[in-house]
């Protein structure tokens, strides 16, 4: 993605030829006359709520989005004592995952992701990415970008983030590598890509800084840790992570990796606590696979498994353990599709010939040969299992005979669409297994017995909850500071905070702060700046649109007849003739009285006075705050 385009929408930031328009009248310029300006919809300027539009002076010259043209933050040169981290995303979220380690040699990125946003916070937007103006402004100095592993909180942001902070190469691992190119592909107009791949404990030397790489266990292949080392100590970057354990004892494997990073003296340990809010350790997938392997061996009739597409390992299992059992495998979904398709090319497994068999052939099968693996758990409209459900897929429909295991947790915010799942398939009449009913689902991310484990090994002078809401990371430490580890150590950071250590003992947290408010991906547009775009999406939402129609007579001022309105969502129409014909009057009246002073009449000055005026009056007699959007023509 090129410059930050601007959304349509925010008519008084956009960078706009200030051209100049025609007007059907001349006139002596009077007082109240504002320079000409482009047309735009009454909806799309700023304005302020009561009398006239705002003037800019120059408003060609301000293409910056408003909350942009703040100065550009300057922090000062690094010494080699000096370390500073600046969290730019997921220390106040679950997703947009991304920091910057600054060093004197230079920045090192890592992660880059984004946040699928749900309707009710920002109607319309797709995704919000983290904040990368610090990076924009600095990208001479940026060294190159780690990315942990292949999830989109993680990755998601790359195709949009990349270019604006000059194309740095990027370094993962190997299976990571393969989504980030895969995704890369679906947007043809970028630059190409430097992506170097990474070994498990591998090692690299970037501008002159050693970045080492551990193995994580987590839900994907090819999770990493990142280890820099500074002259003070490492910074230790766990990325998404749980501990492999059996009854809460930690396997060898964890038990070997773990220690060879506390041998090295580590400075901080900047930890994820996405689960830190339970305590203890999680379920063991181990424990899962059983339960899975149980049901795909057992169940009489088709079983339909709805899962995330990021359970990269389960989905390669439950493929597995189809195949064991003799089973045809029905895979529903792009995102499922496309990561079996990356997990054959990375040699990570390869279903035999004739395993994966089109939904179209499920009728060749007897039912209890076929297992369908299918999007939507999380009660999404468009994906396959809600299809399935509400009768609209083309080749599948449910029978009693059917079991459908939800193998996922339900992500907060979700709850509702879930419970509509939920009650669309119970009406076929199958039968419903879920993670609260059963062991068929466990997450990624540790609880706070592996939490503490991994810090003790870790043995940081300092130590970040990073990868989750405020609340999370509050968790987080309160586990860590009861297991002993020293308060004042602890940091709990905000997006953009800036954070220094000095020689390896002194924490400093900066009062400048870098830009950290959320970019949005809305359509093909990025931007920081969209606050009207979401207002007037939230205001739709909630109370509707009015929208006056009136024609002025631009001699007389008088309009020709009593003006149309069209309204959506605020009340209906039909039973609220009396409020209507008041409206009416009100702006007939309004408008007659504003141009009865004018000679010429400016229209543009009318409809901001009209708006203000049919809104105030709305609100008095309905309580309700629709989008008031006048339309005057000019005869
Ligand atoms: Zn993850």
Known sequence: MNAPQTPVGDG?????????RARPYTAH????????RTERPANQRMRPRSGRPQRRNHPQQDTRPRNQAVEKTVLPVLDEDTVRIIPLGGVEEVGRNMAAIEL???????DAGFQFVSEGVAPGIDYILPNTRYLEENKHRILGVFITHGHLDHIGGIPFILDRIGNPPVYTQYLTSLMIKKRHEEFPHLPAMVVHVMEQNGRVSVGGVIIKTFPVTHSIPDSMGLSIQTKHGNIVISGDLRLEHEDEIPTEKEEKNWSALGKDKNLIFIADSTNAEKGGFSIPEARVYKTIDDIIKNVKGRLIIGTFSSQFERMVRIIQTAEQYGKKIVTEGRSIKTNIE???????????????????QIGDYPPDKIVIIATGSQGEESAALMRIATKKHKTISFTERDTVVLSSSVIPGNEVRVQKLKDNLLRHNITLMHYRSSDVHSTGHGNTGELVWMQKKVKPTFFMPAYGYHSMLRYHAAAQIASGFPKENVIIADNGMVIEIKNGTELLIRKEKVPSGPMMVDGFTIGDMQEVVIRDRQSLSSDGMFVIIATVNLRTGQLKKSPDIISRGFIYLRESQGLLSETRLLIKKSVEDLASDMNPIDLEYIKSNLTDTVERYLFQKTSKRPMVIPVLIGV
């Open 104 to 110: 004197k040699e230079g920045i090192l990125v890592i």
């Open 342 to 360: 990356i997990a054959q090319r990375g040699n990570i497994f390869t279903p035999k010939p004739g395993t994966i068999i089109p939904s179209e």
């Open 29 to 36: 310029p009077r007082s109240f006359r504002k320079p000409a």
């Open 12 to 20: 008084s930031h956009k960078p706009q030829p200030h051209k100049r």
